[in-house]
């Protein structure tokens, strides 16, 4: 058998969308929901509210937060939208000014990565004959952002409202259906926090233990923490 007969087949695959810009706010977002309103909710009630202000309480921050997260979201992800844009019409009026300089340039960036003098040349020559690739290309190699696959603001936002809103509900269902101790919204949202944070350890090299584990253990020192101080403040006014 030839080297060539025992090279295998190639094998094909599908990589995860790691561009589109939802899973970081979705998982912000249910993260964000979970702990903060579970913490506020024990917070008030460690301050001796009864059940109705407990409910107020966690139907405001559940509000409040999906709104701001939303916002603060849209814009952050729109801000950088424009701005790499605003950097793309930059490489596009250099290679259309001084399309030399910019092709030497990204013959630079090839043999910077190890490719020889004479091909690094001959591949920026063959790219920058169109300047429609061209640009796409400096996109690419220069900012490392693939210009026709930016993250959307809109799906940021909406993804992050929708996360939050159901990270903040764990801990109020209880409440609304009746429940007057704090302690199964406290057992459900743990439990949620293990559970996301087992979940995003399919999107990670984290195993799901360690996940986990993590977010349930900085979910839980934010809420006891928040229950200490609503407890001293609650005796004191």
Same mark, same amino acid.
């Given at each position: 058998?030839?080297?060539?007969?025992?090279?295998?087949?190639?094998?094909?695959?599908?990589?995860?969308?790691?561009?589109?810009?939802? %899973?970081?706010?979705?998982?912000?977002?249910?993260?964000?929901?979970?702990?903060?309103?579970?913490?506020?909710?024990?917070?008030?009630?460690?301050?001796?509210?009864? @059940?109705? +202000?407990?409910? %107020? @309480?966690?139907?405001?921050? %559940?509000?409040?937060?999906?709104?701001?997260?939303?916002?603060?979201?849209?814009?952050?992800? =729109?801000?950088?939208?424009?701005?790499?844009?605003?950097?793309?019409?930059?490489?596009?009026?250099?290679?259309?000014?001084?399309?030399?300089?910019?092709?030497?340039?990204?013959?630079?960036?090839?043999?910077?990565?190890?490719?020889?003098?004479?091909?690094?040349?001959?591949?920026?020559?063959? /790219?920058?004959?169109?300047?429609?690739?061209?640009?796409?290309?400096? @996109?690419?190699?220069? /900012?490392?952002?693939?210009?026709?696959?930016?993250?959307?603001?809109?799906?940021?936002?909406?993804?992050?409202?929708? =996360?939050? +809103?159901?990270?903040?509900?764990?801990?109020?269902?209880?409440?609304? /259906?009746?429940?007057?101790?704090?302690?199964?919204?406290?057992?459900?949202? /743990?439990?949620?926090?293990?559970?996301?944070?087992?979940?995003?350890?399919?999107?990670?090299?984290?195993?799901?233990?360690?996940?986990?584990?993590?977010?349930?253990?900085?979910?839980?020192?934010?809420?006891?923490?928040?229950?200490?101080?609503?407890?001293?403040?609650?005796?004191?006014?």
């Amino acid at each position: 058998m030839t080297a060539v007969e025992r090279i295998p087949p190639e094998q094909h695959h599908d990589h995860r969308d790691v561009t589109g810009g939802w %899973l970081r706010p979705a998982v912000f977002g249910v993260m964000d929901g979970l702990v903060s309103n579970t913490a506020l909710i024990a917070g008030v009630a460690g301050g001796g509210a009864d @059940a109705n +202000t407990v409910v %107020l @309480a966690g139907m405001a921050g %559940l509000v409040a937060g999906a709104i701001s997260m939303a916002t603060g979201e849209y814009v952050s992800v =729109a801000s950088q939208t424009e701005l790499t844009r605003a950097e793309i019409e930059v490489e596009k009026r250099e290679i259309a000014r001084v399309p030399a300089a910019e092709e030497a340039e990204l013959a630079a960036l090839y043999r910077g990565r190890g490719v020889d003098d004479a091909t690094a040349r001959e591949v920026a020559r063959q /790219l920058s004959r169109d300047p429609e690739q061209a640009w796409r290309v400096h @996109a690419r190699e220069e /900012l490392g952002v693939d210009p026709d696959d930016l993250p959307s603001p809109w799906t940021a936002a909406g993804s992050s409202f929708l =996360a939050f +809103t159901a990270g903040a509900a764990v801990p109020l269902v209880p409440y609304l /259906l009746g429940g007057m101790s704090l302690l199964l919204p406290l057992v459900l949202a /743990l439990l949620a926090l293990f559970l996301a944070g087992a979940l995003v350890s399919r999107f990670t090299d984290r195993s799901a233990l360690y996940s986990g584990s993590r977010q349930l253990l900085l979910g839980g020192a934010a809420t006891a923490l928040t229950y200490a101080i609503g407890s001293v403040v609650g005796t004191s006014v």
